[in-house]
Nanobody, 113 residues
Framework: QVQLVESGGGLVQPGGSLRLSCAAS????????MAWYRQAPGQQRELVAG?????NTNYVDFVKGRFTISRDKNTVFLQMNSLRPEDTAIYYC?????????WGQGTQVTVSS
C-alpha cells in the first residue's frame, strides 16, 4: 500500500549536519506511524525517532537534542545535527498502516574526519 524511498545520506565530519528524506507514495497523514531506524555493520537495527499521524514524536535518548523528525504531505525528514562517529550507520525509513509494516531501502550515513 506504500513505497518508501530514502535519500540525503553521505559523508560528514564530526559535529556536522545532514538532513535525511523519506518520500512515501501516499500522504504521510494516512499512515498511522512512521519512524527512522539505523543499523551499523554487524549490529542490530535500532529505533532512532518516530512520528504519529497526529504529529506526536518520540526519540531515543542518544539523539535527543541533536535530531529532529518532521513531515510534510508525503515526506518524512530527519534533521541530524552535532553528528558523532557512532552515528555512522545505514538509516532506514519505516511505516506502519494498521498492522502492516513497510521498510525503505536505506541510505548510508558516515561520520568521519
Amino acid at each position: 500500500q506504500v513505497q518508501l524511498v530514502e535519500s540525503g545520506g553521505g559523508l560528514v565530519q564530526p559535529g556536522g549536519s545532514l538532513r535525511l528524506s523519506c518520500a512515501a507514495s501516499r500522504s504521510i497523514f494516512s499512515i498511522n506511524y512512521m519512524a527512522w531506524y539505523r543499523q551499523a555493520p554487524g549490529q542490530q537495527r535500532e529505533l532512532v525517532a518516530g512520528i504519529t499521524s497526529g504529529g506526536n514524536t518520540n526519540y531515543v535518548d542518544f539523539v535527543k537534542g541533536r535530531f529532529t523528525i518532521s513531515r510534510d504531505k508525503n515526506t518524512v525528514f530527519l534533521q541530524m545535527n552535532s553528528l558523532r562517529p557512532e552515528d555512522t550507520a545505514i538509516y532506514y525509513c519505516y511505516a506502519r498502516i494498521f498492522t502492516t509494516q513497510y521498510w525503505g531501502q536505506g541510505t548510508q550515513v558516515t561520520v568521519s574526519s
